[in-house]
């Protein structure tokens, strides 16, 4: 049996992904909420490619949580009406990955941005 070695989990870039997690998490800085995909173009069935990253858990604004939540959800944020996050679950998107370090000082990928994946990515310039 053959495997190709690869320096980074996934490669920067755009993927279609499936939304698998979004949770609440305590961090040193307080708490996030934590969003994770899995890559649906994967080359083997049998390994699973998941980039995650941490937001801020205020839903407000232009947050990328709220940004993230409406293009994903297509739900309208409306001032003191409460939203269920896990709508955001196991929606098809295209997620844009970038490696960063970890604490470890191994590679991750992590998303930096989420779209609905029947939209054009965003231009540079916007």
């Known amino acids: 049996m053959k495997a190709t070695y690869r320096e980074e ?6 993927y279609s992904a499936w939304i698998v997690e979004v949770e609440q998490k305590k961090t040193e800085k307080g708490m996030a909420i934590r969003i ?45 009406v409460e939203v269920d996050l896990n709508d955001m679950m196991l929606q098809r998107v295209r997620i844009v990955v970038k490696n960063c370090e970890g604490n470890d000082g191994k590679s991750y990928p992590r998303i930096q941005d989420i779209q609905p994946l029947n939209t054009e990515p965003d231009s540079p310039n916007n």
């Open 36 to 80: 994770a995909a899995v890559v649906d173009d994967q080359e083997s069935p049998f390994h699973e490619t998941k980039a995650s990253t941490l937001v801020g858990p205020v839903l407000a604004g232009g947050s990328r949580l709220a940004k993230w939540f409406q293009a994903v959800t297509n739900q309208k944020l409306e001032d003191g």
């Open 9 to 14: 989990y996934l490669e920067d870039g755009e």
